[in-house]
């Protein structure tokens, strides 16, 4: 079957660095997303990956290994307004969507 | 703002009442979706619309039905709901709904079923 699995939940403090792994086995893959969802609000797009490597934005960072199946976002200089879920996805070969249900991220001062 | 604007925000119904959910997309997508968030579980496809015309329906009951008047607009019709209904329910867009595109989310109807 097809699966995502990521951390329920995890804490760090402000100005700190945070790893959320994302792990995934699907029929064929047709790339990787990661979506920031602040309580109460819409999912946002954060990332894309479809080839190997780490892509930078800013403070956020998203990592991908299709040989492993394994992704992370990478969060740097935390900030109190990072406090959000981070919800995972990949796409199968029929461009079908499989999530994850989400790392709920804590940040502390 | 994503573009995306749901109503109502909050939604309380008994299992017997009729409500409907409203989507509008502003961001001249063809792709629409329903999606339902339930707590600490991964978000499940409901349905999806591609130039106005249904392509998927995930196995929904036939209590949630969908309807897409225009490439613009989205409603989810809801009647005699469980209270195992009771969820997030997301629309999103995408720009063709067929490659590997980013989703466009509205910020969903929080549904209670008493």
């Known amino acids: 079957g097809q699966n995502i699995d990521q951390p329920t939940e995890m804490t760090a403090t402000e100005g700190a660095i945070v790893q959320i792994n994302c792990t995934y086995q699907?029929?064929?893959?047709?790339?990787l997303f990661w979506y920031q969802q602040h309580a109460g609000e819409a999912p946002t797009f954060l990332s894309y990956n479809v080839l190997d490597g780490l892509e930078e934005k800013g403070r956020f960072s998203s990592f991908l290994s299709r040989s492993k199946g394994y992704s992370y976002l990478l969060l740097k200089e935390l900030q109190m307004k990072d406090s959000a879920s981070y919800l995972c996805?990949?796409?199968?070969?029929?461009?079908?969507?499989?999530w994850g249900a989400g790392t709920k991220l804590i940040i502390k001062p | 703002e994503t573009g995306v604007t749901q109503t109502p925000r909050h939604l309380v119904m008994g299992m017997t009442n009729k409500k409907s959910l409203k989507c509008e997309q502003h961001l001249g997508h063809n792709a629409m979706y329903w999606y339902k968030q339930s707590a600490k579980k991964p978000l499940e496809l409901m349905f999806v619309?591609?130039?106005?015309?249904?392509?998927e329906n995930n196995s929904v009951p036939s209590r949630f039905s969908p309807e897409c008047p225009n490439s613009s607009h989205l409603f989810l019709h809801l009647h005699t709901l469980q209270p195992e209904d009771s969820a997030l329910y997301l629309c999103?867009?995408?720009?063709?709904?067929?490659?590997?595109?980013?989703?466009?989310f509205g910020s969903g109807t929080q549904l209670s079923v008493l």
């Open positions: 699907t029929s064929g893959f047709n790339g």
């Open positions: 999103a867009s995408s720009q063709d709904g067929t490659t590997p595109e980013k989703l466009f």
């Open positions: 996805a990949a796409m199968d070969s029929n461009y079908q969507l499989i």
């Open positions: 619309y591609n130039f106005k015309e249904q392509t």
